[in-house]
Nanobody, 123 residues
């Protein structure tokens, strides 16, 4: 089983940058992809970005495309989410998730979730 731990959240001003980390451990051989999702208060959890592990490909939601970058460091078993030009509407709890199935932009495709890290962007 895969275990995921997020870190790197915090309170920043609009326009600032943050880098979130998702440390993976456990049995990752069958992991097809890792994604980042976010959930703002009172809203549904939504897709942010994902990376396909065995045949490199990246996917982004329209709301973060051009500002956020997902990447991986296999030596550290870590997936990152670099967030630039942050906006107040990016405020949410951010979760990383792993899946052994296709459909990396679909929340229901993910098997395993971390506990989340909070990002707050002030105006």
């Amino acid at each position: 089983q895969v275990h995921l731990v997020e870190s790197g959240g915090g309170l920043v001003q609009a326009g600032a940058s943050l880098r979130l980390s998702c440390q993976t451990s456990g049995s990752t051989v069958s992991t097809y992809g890792v994604g980042w999702f976010r959930q703002a208060p009172g809203k549904e959890r939504e897709f942010v970005a994902a990376i396909r592990l065995h045949y490199d490909a990246e996917f982004y939601s329209e709301s973060v495309k051009g500002r956020f970058t997902i990447s991986r460091d296999d030596a550290k078993n870590t997936v990152y989410l670099q967030m630039n030009s942050l906006k107040p509407e990016d405020t949410a709890d951010y979760y990383c998730a792993a899946t052994s199935r296709v459909g990396l932009t679909i929340k229901s495709a993910y098997d395993t979730w971390g506990r989340g890290t909070q990002v707050t962007v002030s105006s």
